[in-house]
Nanobody
Framework: QVQLKESGGGLVQTGASLRVSCVASGHSFSTFTMCWFRQAPGQEHSFVAA????????EYSDPVKGRFTISRDFAKNTVYLQMNRLTPEDAGVYYC????????????????WGQGTQVTVSS
């Protein structure tokens, strides 16, 4: 059974950078499409970025294009989300998700989830 564990969240000021990480254990990491979602209080999970299994193809939501970068380290079974020029609208709980299939931006398409890491951006 694959387990996902996020880390790296915190409190930063507007304009700052932060990198969150997600370590996958229990299965071959390369077979999974990995994704980051954000959930703000009272809102649904919002797609942020994803990296397709087996290759480097990535997708981003429009609000984060050019500011965020998703990457994966196969040797460490880890996916990262580098977040630059953060704004209060980026705040929320960031969840790592995985699926043993192609890339999707719908959170219902992912059946493996981490516990989340909180990102707070002060104005």
């Amino acid at each position: 059974q694959v387990q996902l564990k996020e880390s790296g969240g915190g409190l930063v000021q507007t304009g700052a950078s932060l990198r969150v990480s997600c370590v996958a254990s229990g299965h071959s990491f390369s077979t999974f499409t990995m994704c980051w979602f954000r959930q703000a209080p009272g809102q649904e999970h919002s797609f942020v970025a994803a990296v397709k299994r087996n290759d480097a193809y990535t997708e981003y939501s429009d609000p984060v294009k050019g500011r965020f970068t998703i990457s994966r380290d196969f040797a460490k079974n880890t996916v990262y989300l580098q977040m630059n020029r953060l704004t209060p609208e980026d705040a929320g709980v960031y969840y790592c998700a995985a699926r043993n299939s192609g890339l999707s931006s719908w959170y219902t398409a992912y059946d493996l989830w981490g516990q989340g890491t909180q990102v707070t951006v002060s104005s």
